[in-house]
Each structure stands twice: as structure tokens, then as C-alpha cells.
């Protein structure tokens, strides 16, 4: 009997599958769409954030954060986030440096790769360096003023709490957050 009706199953299974070529399946709530970040993007994030991770062991997570604090940047930037920038950053320059050497020949592709990875890696951090050098500036330059004024409220007869209310407006406008 089965394989007598084989043909007729056959037949009527691709007819089934045909009437539902082409639709689309629209999601009924918003948790069955499934964003392209989470999907894609936080994956290829933490795998990014893993490569800087293994290869400086001492690096942790708790002194970036304090950097990214010190250099102004935590708000828009966690930790992660720049563990991986730095790690895309180490991919990136290797493979631009295998291809800068690969157009020579392979010893410059050889030599090459690691030092521009290198400079990947080392790069973020260089940069966040700088960051937080000219904020340490910045607020070194808006400090006095800003203890000026703190004195001057106080001594105006305004209460200490009204004076550290009155004080962000005059550092905010000078020192970048």
C-alpha cells in the first residue's frame, strides 16, 4: 500500500508546500523580531572583546572602566564596547597589513601583519590616554574658578548645598562631559 500511494503523496506534499511559496511570516509581538544586534552584532561584540582579553592578561574590566570615567567617555562607551573596538581594531590593522605586504612579497606580508596589529592593539589605549590627559587638564585649568566661586557663594551668604547647585553650571560650560 505505501509504495503504491508514494507517487500520490509526493505529489500532494509539493502542492502543499507551492500554496505557501512566498509568504511572509509576520511576527504577531515584538518579541518574536529578533533585532540584527542581537542577533549579529553582540555576538560578534563579545567575541571581538574576548581577543584583547586573551591577549593582555592583566587587563581587567574594572581599570577600563576607570579610564573610559577619567577620560570623559563612560557614558557612551562601556567596557566591552572598547574591549572589543580594540580587538576589531587589532583584526583590522593585521589584515591591513597582510595586505600591504602581500603586494610586495611574502616577507613583507610576514613582517608586516604583526606590527600593524600591534599598533591595533595598542592604539585604543593610546588614544584613551590622550583623552584622559587633556580632560585631567581641563579640569586642572577649571578647578580654582570653580573653588572660587564655591567660596564666594558661601561667603554671599548662600547655603554650601546652593553653592554646589549654583557650581555646575560654570564647570559645565567649560570642561566637556
Not at 563579545?46 to 587587563?59: D, E, G, M, Y
Not at 572602566?65 to 557612551?76: D, E, F, P, Q, Y
Not at 608586516?112 to 592593539?121: E, M, R
Not at 570653580?146 to 560654570?170: H, Q, R, T, W
Amino acid at each position: 500500500g505505501e509504495v503504491a500511494t508514494y507517487p500520490e503523496r509526493l505529489k500532494a506534499r509539493s502542492v502543499r508546500r507551492a500554496t505557501d511559496y512566498g509568504h511572509v511570516r509576520v511576527p504577531s509581538s515584538e518579541h518574536d523580531l529578533v533585532r540584527f544586534r542581537d542577533r549579529v552584532l553582540a555576538p560578534a561584540a563579545s567575541r571581538l572583546a574576548s581577543i584583547p582579553l586573551k591577549l593582555s592578561p592583566r587587563t581587567n574590566v574594572e581599570a577600563i572602566t576607570g579610564k573610559l570615567v577619567a577620560a570623559g567617555v563612560a557614558s557612551r562607551l562601556d567596557a566591552s564596547g572598547f574591549l572589543a573596538l580594540k580587538g576589531g581594531a587589532t583584526l583590522a590593522a593585521g589584515l591591513a597589513g597582510f595586505v600591504l605586504g602581500a603586494s610586495g612579497s611574502a616577507t613583507n606580508a610576514f613582517l608586516l601583519t604583526p606590527a600593524f596589529a600591534a599598533i591595533g592593539f595598542i592604539g585604543p589605549d593610546w588614544i584613551l590616554n590622550m583623552r584622559m590627559r587633556a580632560r585631567r587638564e581641563e579640569i586642572s585649568s577649571v578647578l580654582p574658578g570653580a573653588l572660587d566661586l564655591l567660596a564666594v557663594s558661601v561667603e554671599a551668604g548662600l547655603g554650601f548645598d546652593g553653592a554646589v547647585n549654583k557650581l555646575p553650571i560654570m564647570v559645565l560650560n567649560e570642561i566637556r562631559m
